[in-house]
């Protein structure tokens, strides 16, 4: 079965803070991505990779950074975080093209106090 | 600051009967589609899906038409079931201004099943 895996199922960090959200997937897939989802606003992309070491900034990509070192695993990193950045983070992978459909993380929820 | 709207699009539907869920997208090159479903505190998970040389496709109780003509996805769910209970939210993908592929999300609508 696919699968990927958020480190974190809920956060609560204060602002400023450095904060590392880990993702992994276990189905060796090329592509991997970063969402975050908030009430109104549906799931918009922050950062997605289609390759190790590579990475391209999607629509909201400002206060964030991504990490991805190994095919199988994908890091968000909030340098310094704010508390607009509290929300549910979704990281999501796909394989082939880059057009093909998402799986999905469980998500974490980070609050920023 | 940008006007936010937190309810989501809600359709009660009765155990058993049928549920349609619609979407309008957005981009007419858009050329590939998919439905997701989201139970609370899950992340999405796919449904089906349908590329745009197609105008309907069938899974187990679930059937997607795409009528390209007027831009439109609906998702049909036969039977519907407790579970089905779900955010459910369509993606559209096209190929973005830097030439390559991305997902774009509806806001998704609240299908409620009454036992």
């Known amino acids: 079965d696919v699968k990927v895996t958020q480190s974190s199922r809920y956060l609560v960090k204060r602002t400023g803070e450095k904060v590392f959200l880990e993702c992994v997937q276990d189905m060796d897939h090329e592509n991997m991505f970063w969402y975050r989802q908030d009430p109104g606003l549906g799931l918009r992309l922050i950062y997605f990779?289609?390759?190790?070491?590579?990475?391209e900034k999607g629509d909201i990509p400002e206060g964030y950074s991504v990490s991805r070192e190994k095919k199988e695993r994908f890091s968000l990193i909030l340098e310094s975080a704010s508390t607009n950045q509290t929300s549910m983070y979704l990281c999501a992978s796909s394989g082939g093209t880059p057009n093909e459909k998402l799986f999905f993380g469980s998500g974490t929820q980070l609050s920023v106090l | 600051g940008e006007s936010v709207g937190l309810h989501l699009p809600t359709l009660s539907v009765q155990e058993g009967d049928n549920s349609i869920i619609n979407c309008a997208y957005s981009?007419?090159?858009?050329?590939?589609f998919i439905w997701y479903k989201q139970e609370s505190g899950k992340g999405p998970q796919f449904i089906i899906d349908i590329r745009s040389n197609m105008d309907k496709r069938q899974g187990q109780r679930v059937t997607v038409l795409l009528n390209k003509t007027v831009k439109h996805l609906s998702l049909q769910i036969a039977a519907t079931q407790p579970g089905d209970s779900a955010v459910y939210f369509c993606a559209e993908s096209s190929i973005s201004g830097a030439g390559s592929y991305q997902l774009t999300f509806g806001k998704g609508t609240k299908l409620s099943v009454i036992p």
């Open positions: 981009n007419s090159a858009s050329d590939y």
């Open positions: 990779s289609y390759d190790v070491k590579m990475k």
